[in-house]
């Protein structure tokens, strides 16, 4: 039924029926104006040709009349037979002469002929005696299958005298029976025409409906994103042109959508491997978009997260609101995700999404891991707090020694020279200190070139335990535990002695215990090429907890004691990053109480020892 519906809408048949329906009232109104005229002549014809016959036969009673002006009989005869001769025509049915006292003188019709001289009735025939004019009528026949008759009555007039009236009953049914014919033929033609131009139609409506249903396909094609197809130009009409328009409008738009595609594909990406995190919303706040940075930042799947409000996976829902976004405020943010091993510190900072027509149509926060900045921020605090109270510390002791000896002390001979080896020995530490931190930050800003050159490390190592049992012959014993084969390696020896220098002296100095007692294992893997000096002591050890903390800057772990010691807390810290300038790693074992070992791993190279002439 619907399929009918829809046939019926389309516009093949539309345009067949609009066709037909012309057809019809062009042929309605040719055949009515047609039919018209016709049926005015033929009848006209047919009376003209009737009156004719009555003028003739009106003239002829004239003549019988003069004749037989005193032989009525004789004149009744005549005038029987001159209608006998009319009576046989085939369009005269029959024909009477009444005198003027309605009383019938003849007549055509055998079967009336029992009526001639009886009155006989004729309400018209008596009104044209009476008023001697012409009337006539149409009758139709009730007996003789509605058959219609033309009935005129002519009154014959001599010398102003009525003497009579001829009644003519013709048979014009003869002229409708032939009208009737010619409207058949006329009716068979227009269905006949109807019929071949409702083909032809189909045919025509085809050839113009064809390129639009085709356009209409590739429409409905292009709306389900299937731009590749196209028309067929069949013509070069409007039709035509229309069809090849519309293939450049598909063509366009194919590059249009292959345009955004490719734009969107871009943006896509582009947001998949930003550094940043990104999230965007709809104007509700709902999350629409989330990229693989977010997720990783934020510790979440992107399952879970779509339609979910994106002020509440940020866990900010309770301080600020999308409102604030718009007006501005709280814009930035910044997050602290607690993670298993350390904590992330993420800066979000939102916008707006607003339309051309200001509409908002969503939000959009970028995350930005902050957390090494903030660790560098907060080292960087601690640093100069260190720096501030390292320096503060000396510089107090001085002031109060200083003032001492200004207050007089200094004409006492016993207190004089103990309060200016005091301040001596902590400018000392002061200068120490200042040295320290500017090898620091040299080595921080990379400004120090590291001059390396390949040496025996054996042999180097011997140098610098030597000096120390020089130094410290009394105090304590270094024991060395090297290979027989040398172990060579490409270092700046200045540097890596000072390492050594500050690591054996820690040794040293954190061993309360007598007999102090360092060893010394080196140790080469010609695999990885790498070799692994250890320092052990058997001094106070490092509690578990802190021994990672011992290359910190400023690190120590009873101040008050390595103050007294003369350490800064910057020695290892130093040694850390020249270590690792040679690509190498430095790290610790302790048990507190027991003693600390302290590793030094380092290239090495594969050199054969003949070929090593120092
Ligand atoms: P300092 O100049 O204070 O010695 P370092 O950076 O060399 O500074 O050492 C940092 C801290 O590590 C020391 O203050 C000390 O507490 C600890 N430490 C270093 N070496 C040893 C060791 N061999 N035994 C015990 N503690 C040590």
């Known amino acids: 039924m619907k399929n009918l519906f829809r046939s019926i809408q389309s516009l093949q048949i539309k345009l067949v029926v609009i066709y037909v329906l012309l057809i019809i009232v062009g042929m309605q109104i040719i055949g009515v104006y047609f039919t018209n005229v016709l049926e005015r002549d033929l009848t006209g014809n047919f009376k003209t040709n009737i009156e004719t016959q009555i003028d003739l036969i009106e003239t002829r009673i004239e003549e019988l009349n003069e004749e037989y002006v005193d032989d009525r009989t004789g004149f009744q005869n005549e005038v029987q037979k001159l209608f006998y001769d009319y009576g046989n025509r085939s369009d005269i049915d029959e024909i009477r002469f009444v005198n003027p006292d309605s009383v019938l003188i003849a007549t055509s019709k055998l079967s009336n002929e029992s009526s001639v001289n009886s009155i006989i009735k004729g309400p018209k025939t008596k009104e044209s005696l009476d008023t001697g004019l012409s009337n006539d009528e149409i ?11 033309w009935i005129v009555n002519s009154p014959v007039i001599v010398e102003d005298r009525v003497i009579g009236a001829i009644y003519v009953a013709s048979n014009i049914e003869s002229v409708y029976q032939q009208l009737e014919k010619i409207n058949n033929t006329f009716i068979i033609a227009t269905i ?13 409506a085809r050839t113009i409906t064809k390129p639009i249903i085709n356009m209409r396909n590739q429409a409905l094609l292009m709306s389900e994103g299937n731009y590749t197809s196209r028309v067929q130009i069949y013509s070069d009409d409007e039709i035509g042109q229309l ?29 998949t491997h930003m550094s940043d995190g990104i999230i965007a919303s709809d104007r509700r706040g709902r999350i629409r978009l989330i990229n693989d940075m977010a997720l990783g930042l934020l510790n979440l799947k992107a399952e879970e997260l779509q339609g979910k409000d994106m002020l509440e996976i940020l866990n900010l829902q309770n301080d600020i609101t999308t409102e604030d976004i718009v007006e501005g405020n709280e814009i930035s943010h910044l997050l602290v995700i607690n993670n298993k091993d350390d904590d992330t510190m993420i800066r979000v900072n939102f916008s707006t999404i607003v339309k051309d027509t200001g509409f ?9 891991d902050v957390t090494e900045q903030e660790r560098i921020d907060a080292e960087r605090r601690e640093f100069v707090a260190n720096v501030s109270h390292e320096l503060r510390t000396p510089l107090t002791s001085m002031k109060s020694y200083i003032e001492a000896l200004q207050d007089g002390a200094w004409q006492d001979d016993e207190i004089a020279p103990k309060f200016l080896k005091v301040t001596h020995e902590e400018t000392e530490r002061m200068s120490r200190l200042v040295e320290d931190l500017l090898q620091l930050s040299r080595l921080d800003g990379e400004v120090e070139e590291i001059n390396k050159e390949i040496v025996n490390f054996n042999m180097f190592l011997d140098r610098i335990i030597e000096r120390f049992e020089m130094t410290h012959k009394e105090e304590v014993q270094l ?13 700046a020896v200045d540097k890596m002695g000072q390492v050594l220098d500050n690591v054996i002296s820690n040794a040293i100095k954190y061993q ?103």
């Open 360 to 368: 908002i149509n969503g939000y959009i926060a970028v995350l930005h």
């Open 192 to 204: 006949l025409s109807l019929f071949i131009t409702s083909i032809l139609g189909i045919f025509v």
């Open 139 to 149: 009758f139709v026949s009730v007996e003789d299958d509605s058959k219609r008759m």
């Open 243 to 271: 069809a090849e328009s519309f293939n450049i409008l598909s063509k366009r738009v194919q590059e249009a959508q292959a345009n955004t595609e490719s734009e969107k594909n871009r943006l896509d990406s582009v947001i």
């Open 479 to 491: 024991v060395k535990n090297f290979p027989d084969t040398a172990i060579f390696t490409e270092i």
């Open 512 to 614: 309360q215990r007598e007999p102090k007692r360092v060893e010394f294992y080196l140790q080469q893997n010609s695999y990885y090429n790498r070799l692994t000096l250890r320092i052990k002591d058997y001094g106070l050890g490092i509690p578990n907890s802190k021994v990672d903390r011992i290359f910190e800057r400023f690190y120590r772990i009873d101040k008050a004691r390595t103050r007294k010691m003369g350490g800064t807390g910057l020695g290892l810290a130093i040694s850390k990053e020249i270590v690792e300038a040679h690509d190498g790693k430095i790290w610790a074992n302790s048990i507190e109480g027991e003693g600390t070992t302290i590793f030094i791993n380092l290239p090495s190279e594969v050199i054969n020892e003949d070929d090593w002439d120092v």
